[in-house]
């Protein structure tokens, strides 16, 4: 994870098409420019990262339902909870599960799981729009690629 | 049996907090009831999942911007009614 980046995604670590099902691991790192402010003497990761990471699952999993052809962007966030600070250095999975397929836009139900439990959820709405140049297209299938989507996505 | 009509209304006042008595068949989405298209995706999504359908709104949105298709036709409500009516009979047939 690379949070200065919005690199959220270190793995993708399971995509089950039938079920709509996608599951991640983010690394938190041990030291981020984030983490001064954030807070001083009293480093937690923000709630809005957190959110970030279910917003990065979703996407994850509408990009491996589509073969990475069409970007999802962010477009609404419901019922969003978090329940636990989570410090530098922690291992989290994250998990997206397909709500809806609409017609250009997808729903998912979202959640961060630590240490067995769930300590955020949200269900999120993004739109899924083609890619606006072919470079973009081109990095974001090679960070898919990198996470190991790539062999796990359907076209 | 509910109509079309009725269901959707109900959808389009519970989502956007619109009384239902100001939405009328010849009602249009955007001009008349100020629906933006953020609540129009959550209106989509609830209609999909009420009658089993997935409304092709992304053709539609690009039938209006190539000008094949005029906004009213997919936007004011008792056309936007018979339209998801030809998709639950397509889904039926």
Request: glycine content about 6%; some cysteine; aromatic content about 8%.
């Amino acid at each position: 994870m690379r949070l200065e980046y919005f690199e959220m995604v270190d793995s993708v670590d399971e995509f089950d098409a039938e079920r709509g099902h996608l599951r991640i691991t983010s690394r938190v790192p041990t030291e981020s420019p984030v983490f001064e402010g954030h807070f001083p003497t009293y480093p937690i990761l923000p709630g809005v990262m957190l959110l970030e990471i279910m917003n990065h699952a979703s996407g994850y999993l509408h990009m491996a339902r589509n073969g990475v052809t069409r970007l999802p962007l962010f477009t609404a966030v419901k019922k969003a909870k978090f329940r636990k600070f989570i410090s530098p250095g922690t291992v989290l999975e994250a998990t997206a599960d397909l709500l809806h397929d609409g017609s250009g836009f997808g729903v998912t139900n979202a959640a961060i799981h630590f240490e067995g439990k769930s300590i955020a959820e949200a269900e999120i709405t993004m739109t899924l729009v083609k890619f606006p140049t072919e470079e973009l297209a081109a990095e974001v299938r090679r960070r898919a690629e990198r996470a190991g989507l790539g062999h796990m996505a359907s076209a | 049996m509910s109509s079309t009509f009725d269901i959707v209304a109900g959808v389009i006042s519970e989502t956007s907090e619109i009384p239902r008595e100001k939405i009328t068949p010849e009602a249009h989405a955007i001009d008349d009831l100020g629906i933006d298209s953020l609540d129009f995706l959550d209106i989509v999504f609830a209609l999909d999942k009420k009658f089993g359908i997935k409304i092709p709104l992304e053709s539609w949105t690009e039938e209006v911007n190539q000008g094949r298709a005029k906004v009213e036709d997919y936007f004011v409500l008792k056309n936007l009614c018979a339209r998801i009516d030809e998709l639950v009979a397509a889904k039926n047939a």
